[in-house]
């Protein structure tokens, strides 16, 4: 079997379907590893959505304590994003 235009003729091998195969097995692997990141943000996000109020409340609650009203909005921002990291966590995927 000659070629035709001078391109060497398609070989359909099983390199193409070793190929395609590992190509899956690296999306799946992708695909999982990006699920298990979300679920640990997530997990961090609503255990410290929980947590910060224990701490930060005390700390609020002291008199004298310098730059209080700095530290109350820096604390109330970490509220915030670790309520909406959490926002969508199941214990039990």
């Known amino acids: 079997m000659g070629c035709i235009d001078g391109e060497p003729p398609m070989k359909h091998t099983p390199n193409r ?3 395609t195969v590992a190509a899956d097995a690296a999306a799946r692997t992708v695909r999982r590893s990006r699920l298990a990141l979300q679920q640990s ?3 961090l996000g609503f255990w ?3 947590c910060l109020p ?3 409340l005390p700390l609020l609650a ?3 304590a310098p730059r209080t009203g700095a530290l109350a909005l820096v604390l109330i921002g970490c509220q ?3 309520l ?3 926002r969508n966590y199941t ?3």
Do not use: E, F
């Open 17 to 19: 379907r070793i190929d």
């Open 84 to 86: 909406l990291a959490g």
């Open 41 to 43: 943000v997530r997990w």
């Open 62 to 64: 002291v008199d004298g």
């Open 91 to 93: 214990p039990n995927p």
């Open 54 to 56: 224990v701490v930060y």
């Open 48 to 50: 410290l959505a929980i």
């Open 80 to 82: 915030l994003l670790a």
